[in-house]
């Protein structure tokens, strides 16, 4: 019953670091998106995958790569952390049609100093 | 005009009270529609699909109008352990699954 697994749950970078936010899901699922939640606010999508090899922007990309190399990893990699990039990420995977219902994984905190 | 909205709260309210959320969505396209409960600091998760004829589960009733763009989501007897973030999401196919987040409506339930 594994669902939606990210790695680290939580993780410090300093400013200038890279580092990269693993994702994984058990469920087939060839929809997948990273968000990024900050303190009192709503989920904003940087990324999604429609399957394997295929990703595409989302509202907030900047600063962020990802790629899709098999259906179960999306991984997030964050190049020259910024202060800016202190946040929760959410990774989610979703079958699509018909109901397209979201999968979440439990989030990772990353906070850059 | 945003595609999804969502009054943001917080609706604070006493325990067994009745509380009603609405949220407006804009494209007239949308074929699924959710409500997921997030608790502070952790993941959302799925509450209630939302359906146009409407559907119950315990305490909860979600309702679709397609006609004026809206779900809404009743709690009735409200519990301490109801207070959450009720986010709605709204999904739109055209050759590939576009998911909408509202920004979610804060509910604290008050002994």
Same mark, same amino acid.
């Given at each position: ?22 994702c ?6 060839n929809y997948m998106y990273w ?10 999508l940087i990324y999604y995958s429609v399957g394997a090899g295929i990703t595409d922007k989302g509202?907030?990309p900047?600063?962020y790569n990802v790629s899709r190399s098999t259906t179960?990893d999306f991984p997030l990699r ?13 990774c =989610? ?21 | ?15 067994? =009270?009745?509380? =009603? ?7 007239? =396209? ?66 590939y ?15």
């Amino acid at each position: 019953n594994a669902g939606v697994t990210q790695t680290p749950k939580f993780h410090i970078l300093k400013i200038g670091q890279s580092m990269t936010l693993q994702c994984t899901q058990d469920m087939n699922h060839n929809y997948m998106y990273w968000y990024r939640q900050d303190p009192g606010m709503g989920l904003k999508l940087i990324y999604y995958s429609v399957g394997a090899g295929i990703t595409d922007k989302g509202e907030v990309p900047n600063g962020y790569n990802v790629s899709r190399s098999t259906t179960e990893d999306f991984p997030l990699r964050l190049e020259l952390a910024a202060p800016s990039q202190t946040s929760v990420y959410f990774c =989610a995977s979703s079958q699509g049609l018909p109901t397209g219902e979201l999968f979440f994984g439990e989030g990772s905190r990353l906070t850059v100093l | 005009r945003k595609e999804v909205e969502q009054d943001p709260g917080p609706f604070n309210v006493p325990e067994g =009270a009745t509380v =009603a959320f609405n949220c407006t969505y804009s494209n007239s =396209a949308s074929q699924s529609f959710f409500w997921y409960r997030q608790d502070c600091r952790k993941e959302p998760k799925l509450l209630m699909s939302v359906y146009s004829s409407g559907n119950e589960d315990g305490r909860f009733t979600a309702q679709l109008n397609r006609a004026s763009q809206y779900i809404s989501l009743l709690i009735r007897d409200s519990k301490l352990s109801d207070s959450a973030t009720y986010l709605c999401v709204v999904i739109h196919f055209r050759g590939y699954q576009k998911v909408t987040f509202g920004t979610g409506t804060k509910l604290q339930v008050i002994p």
